[in-house]
């Protein structure tokens, strides 16, 4: 059994990193599905500590005492993650993490709530991991998938949008597409030709372009990203030893994750069998074009360009497109909320 709390109990719920824009979604998210709060207290950093923001005081979270919380959602990196969390749980809430603190920690459960629920029948930290944004808008759809063909290999290609990379990723796509507009203004009126803007947070510029390389690299030149995608594909689908190889790229989109999945299975799949499954799959939805657009705003990823992969023996393409925001950050840590309640 996963639930925590018995049905109909208003629960005392914190947000940690609330002022930030998971953070901010995650207020909206509860709004919208009606979460049973008894309370509500925000926590952010020293600099915001003192503001308000819907009626409620933010506290400072280094300094701030959380008994009584029962649920405290977390979304402020890893260092604040590192440092808070254990004490937060150990104050009696259970903590949902959305940062890479706690992933690999064979003692905390990583959770896509539609695909693994299970897991967190076992909480010896009081802690449960949200996955990475780009991992998320993929275990929904590979869940079936696997189940019936019993996936044996994953190539995954993502298109990642920028506020992936926070407010900051969005104000500095922003900014490189004002810069680009203004330069080709002044160049049609015969001015200077200085259209490319300067690379900020990326390695090259975003706007109008794409940055393969977007991350700190690691294990045999794999980025970060890239091995999260494979370490948590692994852990939550129970396939330890999965071959996986990732690219991850991002390109110049605000919001939605996009990415192409080559995978290859155990026994046979038609391209008509996998829609069937994806088709009443939780949380996924079949569409003809997938794309972030449409995805933006809305709950589910959106799944299409299922096809047969003639390159291995059971083999699928397709892409998936889903909202990091929501899907990929602060809607699956309330519906992990949610499942804790009976």
């Known amino acids: 059994m996963v639930h925590r709390f018995p ?23 509860l709004r919208e599905r009606a979460f049973p709060i008894a309370t509500l ?42 440092a808070l969390a254990p004490r937060v749980a150990a104050a009696g809430a259970i903590v949902i993490d959305n940062s890479s603190a706690f992933r690999a920690d064979p003692e905390v459960p990583l959770v896509v709530a539609e695909v693994n629920a299970h897991a967190m029948a076992n909480l010896p ?3 449960i991991a949200n996955p990475n944004c780009t991992t998320m808008a993929v275990m929904p759809a590979l869940k079936p ?18 506020s992936g990379a926070g407010l900051e990723g969005i104000e500095v ?3 490189q597409l004002a810069h680009v507009g203004d ?69 110049p989109v605000f919001s939605g ?6 995978a290859e299975f155990e026994r046979p799949i038609s391209a008509a069998r996998a829609l069937e499954l994806l088709g009443s799959a939780p949380g996924v939805v079949v569409c003809e074009v997938p794309n972030p657009l449409e995805a933006t705003g809305k709950d589910p990823v959106f799944v299409g360009r299922v096809r047969q992969d003639p390159t291995v023996a059971h083999g699928l393409a397709l892409f998936v497109v889903g909202d990091n925001l929501r899907k990929g950050a602060a809607l699956n840590a309330v519906q992990i909320a949610e499942a804790l309640i009976g």
């Open 7 to 29: 049905k109909g109990q208003q629960l005392n719920v914190g947000i940690v990193g609330a002022t930030g824009v998971v953070g901010s979604t995650m207020r909206e998210i």
């Open 41 to 82: 207290r925000l926590f952010a950093s020293a600099r915001s500590a003192g503001k308000v923001i819907d009626g409620v005081t933010i506290e400072d979270a280094a300094k701030a005492d959380y008994a009584g919380l029962d649920i405290v959602l977390f979304s402020a990196g890893g260092a604040t993650s590192r």
């Open 125 to 127: 930290k009081g802690i």
């Open 145 to 162: 998938l696997h189940d019936e063909a019993g996936l044996t290999r994953l190539v995954a290609s993502t298109y990642q949008a920028v």
């Open 173 to 175: 796509l922003a900014s």
């Open 183 to 251: 330069q080709a203004r002044l160049l049609a009126e015969g001015g200077h030709d200085d259209l490319l803007p300067q690379a900020e947070k990326w390695a090259v510029p975003i706007a109008h372009n794409v940055v393969p390389l977007n991350y700190v690299l690691g294990e045999d030149g794999y980025t970060e990203e890239e091995l999260k995608l494979r370490d948590e594909t692994r852990k939550i689908l129970g396939i330890p030893e999965l071959p996986v190889s990732a690219t991850c790229v991002r390109v």
């Open 257 to 262: 994750h996009s990415v192409s999945i080559n």
